[in-house]
């Protein structure tokens, strides 16, 4: 079964810092890959994803990862972060083979708390 | 804009109550899933749907059960709650396409058990 791996549980950074949260998959096959983010109080909500193509993708709110095929790896990275980045992050992972009906696989989430 | 929602943000139940969630979308999405999030555990899928009266267990589907009796609505049943399915739980769909597939999901409920 395909599993992921988020490095870091807890994260604390001031604000400015650059960000990286690291996430590893264990499947080899093709796989669509997202990161979602929980905001205190609010629901899911996805910040960005890859299919194909440009493995450095761009999301919402100036967060970017990069897809490294050969290191199974997509890492989220923003280079100054704000206060309001404070969050749960998850990274998730699905199978492709066609429909996409199965459901997403995801990490344990990174808990982010960005100090002033 | 997708929509997906849940009937209750929060519901507080009693051991052994036969307990009903649902999850209704409303852009015609083939595909339901029901996860459940607890604390440095992550999201883990339950169960999931990808067509009226079709249900496919996820990792997690000991002591749940759903239904799916119209395309926009996916129930999570608990036949009899226990203290350990405390948890928040989420709804998501998705449409069938030749290609990738997003998750859309719902605000969840928080279900506590006592």
Same mark, same amino acid.
Not at chain 1, 67 to 75: A, D, H, L, M, V
Not at chain 2, 15 to 26: A, N, P, R, S
């Given at each position: ?5 988020q490095?870091n ?6 604000e ?24 205190p109080?609010q ?39 704000q ?9 998730a ?14 990490g ?5 708390i960005?100090?002033? | 804009?997708? !929509? ?5 943000? =929060?519901? #507080?139940? $009693?051991?052994?109550?036969?307990? /009903?969630l649902e999850?209704?979308?409303d ?8 996860y ?20 496919? !267990? ?5 002591? =749940?059960? #759903?239904? $799916?009796?119209k395309?926009?609505? /996916? ?11 405390t948890?928040m ?26």
């Amino acid at each position: 079964a395909q599993s992921v791996s988020q490095h870091n549980h807890h994260v604390i950074l001031s604000e400015a810092a650059s960000l990286e949260l690291g996430c590893n998959y264990s499947y080899g096959g093709t796989v669509n890959l997202f990161w979602y983010v929980q905001y205190p109080g609010q629901h899911l909500q996805l910040l960005l994803k890859y299919f194909s193509g440009d493995p450095l993708v761009k999301g919402i709110k100036g967060f970017e990862a990069e897809f490294i095929k050969s290191k199974f790896s997509f890492n989220l990275r923003k280079p100054s972060v704000q206060w309001s980045d404070t969050a749960e992050y998850f990274c998730a992972v699905i199978l492709w083979e066609g429909g996409g009906a199965d459901g997403l696989t995801f990490g344990k989430g990174t808990h982010l708390i960005i100090q002033p | 804009d997708v !929509k997906v929602t849940q009937s209750s943000r =929060y519901l #507080v139940k $009693r051991t052994g109550e036969k307990v /009903f969630l649902e999850c209704v979308q409303d852009m015609d999405h083939e595909n339901m899933f029901w996860y459940r999030q607890d604390p440095g555990l992550g999201l883990r899928l339950i169960y999931f749907s990808y067509d009226v009266k079709m249900k496919e !267990k996820g990792d997690i589907p000991e002591g =749940y059960s #759903v239904s $799916r009796e119209k395309k926009e609505r /996916f129930s999570l049943i608990l036949e009899s709650a226990s203290t350990n399915q405390t948890s928040m739980y989420l709804c998501a769909s998705s449409f069938v396409a030749g290609g990738p597939i997003e998750q859309f999901f719902g605000p969840g409920t928080r279900l506590t058990v006592l």
